[in-house]
């Protein structure tokens, strides 16, 4: 299924990438793809899936950075994933880049995180989708009910 995301966000630019690609070498092809083709995504609505888990938006460059400076350089999610978008309701979705489950995607719960001052934990989190592919092909678009 081929994503609308219905705004009119363009593709990354070159330098964007360059950083991108910096900050996080080892993350997997088609989440570079994904960038080279749209920096970020904030549409009219949200990404649900089946689980019904959303997806509120998907941060262009500078927001990937504003992320990993505020959740994985605090320590606050596992130093084997980076954060690639988050819900409506703060949690985050991860990428995880270690050799034994690499291009996962995981949950990660905020409520259920570790205290300030601890190591982050698996607690908080739950394996969604084996790629990053597979997590973008169990998406589909909802609107925001402009009735409520």
């Known amino acids: 299924m081929v ?23 080892n993350a997997p092809p088609e989440w570079f793809d994904f960038y080279s083709k749209r920096n970020g995504a904030y549409p009219e609505g949200y990404f649900v899936n089946k689980r019904e888990l959303g997806v509120d938006f998907f941060p262009d460059v500078e927001g990937i950075l504003d992320l990993k400076r505020s959740y994985s350089d605090h320590d606050r999610v596992p130093r084997w994933s980076f954060l690639f978008a988050s819900d409506p309701g703060g949690n985050l979705w991860l990428l995880s880049v270690r050799e034994s489950d690499y291009g996962s995607v995981w949950y990660w719960d905020h409520d259920w995180e570790a205290e300030d001052g601890d190591p982050p934990t698996e607690e908080n989190i739950e ?13 589909e678009y909802e609107p925001f009910n402009s009735e409520s």
């Open 3 to 25: 994503l609308e995301f219905g705004d009119d966000r363009v593709p990354a630019t070159e330098k964007e990438m360059a950083t991108l690609r910096k900050v996080v070498p």
């Open 127 to 139: 394996r969604f989708a084996g790629s990053f592919n597979e997590f973008l092909d169990d998406l």
